[in-house]
């Protein structure tokens, strides 16, 4: 299977190539390890994202890609040539965290794991696409097409896939399929994304409030009011519809009464209506308690998603079931409200990867599974030769 040139291999042979490329992996396990360290221990959160994006396009340009640059929101994009420059196939990690500057972002790498905030989502992920170029120059391979690969910005929270997004409405080259690469779980694959809304609803007390006649009211409370009345919704079985209750906050101590407080939440459903369906009904609840208590509350919605994607049959997504099941790995069919999103709003076939197992995600003690990285990295490649082979294209199927 080693080659210098682009060489037509069946699909049979991808998979039957399958361990001896996992075994060889281990042979530049020190590369990934190195790139993940460097990059996981510099900052990245949503916007702030420019150092670790600059590290990422300098390992492009030392290995020699072509057109390594960072663009107007930041992304960090180099391509890796293949023999044919009329076809390209994008893979995509996204570069920020949900950690801010003030965070140690020091990891630690043990026998079996290595920890720190940031290192399964999504510094791995990173750390694969950083890897690829050096990978495919161990193993000898050249690609029929090119790999632009990426490092986007502005993916998490009030980023909502901005970088990404950004750069499918500006790029003017073909792109025949894209795969999102997570650091975690290994065993993902997402090939259809869900509607989402995602939002903040913050609750202020006034100044001027009139504690005689609302007695000893408190911004928690009024939150709470609000998350009664979400608990209220009725939520249909089909289409598989839920509202996630991500995070509370609010007040500053025991004896003072709050006078802020926000709840920050997604709306999940298979229908996009459903999703807009409720999001009216929190605005008008929310303007509701706002009217009986007084409180100046506040509905932000700041990042939508439509459902879509492909096919479970579809060649791009069997493909890889049959070289995750080669590796023992089994497939998690998930839904997404990852970078597959902006994929499916341009009708690219795309998927999402995971590449090790981890756990504590988005905690400060988030840890990964050292051994298990080489099995994913080797479907994140069977996968890509099975791309650029032909394999995973509607009209082979």
């Not at 960090?76 to 950690?99: C, K, Q, S």
């Not at 632009?148 to 009030?158: E, H, K």
């Not at 950004?166 to 003017?172: G, H, V």
Request: glycine share 8%; proline share 4%; charged share 25%.
């Amino acid at each position: 299977m080693k080659t210098s040139t682009a060489v037509d291999y069946t699909f049979e042979e991808i998979l039957d190539w399958l361990p001896e490329l996992e075994a060889n992996l281990e042979e530049v396990g020190e590369i990934i390890i190195a790139n993940l360290i460097m990059l996981g221990e510099i900052p990245a959160p949503t916007f702030h994202e420019e150092r670790r994006v600059n590290f990422l396009t300098d390992r492009f340009s030392e290995i020699g890609l072509l057109n390594s640059s960072t663009d107007e929101v930041g992304n960090g994009v180099g391509i890796l040539e293949g023999e044919n420059d009329d076809d390209n196939i994008l893979i995509v990690a996204h570069a920020d965290t949900p950690f801010s500057e003030n965070v140690d972002h020091t990891l630690s790498v043990e026998q079996k794991y290595i920890r720190g905030p940031g290192v399964a989502d999504n510094s791995l992920g990173l750390a694969a696409v950083a890897s690829l170029p050096s990978i495919f120059e161990f193993l000898d391979i050249t690609l029929k097409k090119n790999l632009i690969l990426m490092g986007a910005t502005r993916s998490l929270g009030r980023g909502n896939l901005e970088g990404l997004r950004f750069f499918l409405d500006n790029n003017e080259l073909p792109i025949s399929a894209g795969l999102s690469v997570e650091g975690a779980q290994l065993g993902r694959l997402s090939h259809v994304s869900i509607g989402m809304l995602r939002g903040e609803i913050t609750c202020t007390i006034p100044e001027e409030y009139d504690w005689s006649r609302f007695g000893d009211a408190s911004a928690i409370l009024t939150i709470n009011e609000v998350i009664n009345k979400i608990n209220d919704i009725p939520l249909p079985k089909r289409p598989r519809t839920s509202i996630v209750l991500g995070s509370i906050e609010g007040g500053t101590t025991y004896n003072t009464i709050a006078t802020n407080a926000s709840l920050r939440f997604e709306i999940r459903s298979e229908s996009s209506d459903m999703v807009e369906e409720i999001g009216h009904r929190m605005e008008e609840f929310v303007a509701e308690i706002s009217s009986k208590t007084g409180d100046e509350i506040n509905l932000d919605i700041f990042a939508r998603r439509e459902p879509g994607g492909i096919k479970f049959s579809h060649p791009l997504a069997r493909k890889t079931r049959f070289i995750m099941e080669e590796l023992n790995v089994q497939p998690r069919l998930s839904p997404s409200t990852s970078e597959l999103a902006a994929f499916i709003d341009k009708n690219i076939p795309a998927i999402t990867l995971g590449i090790t197992r981890g756990d504590n995600i988005r905690e400060l003690d988030e840890n990964i599974l050292i051994e298990p990285i080489y099995k994913g990295l080797t479907q994140l490649i069977g996968t890509i030769l099975a791309i650029d082979g032909g394999y995973c294209d509607t009209e082979q199927d």
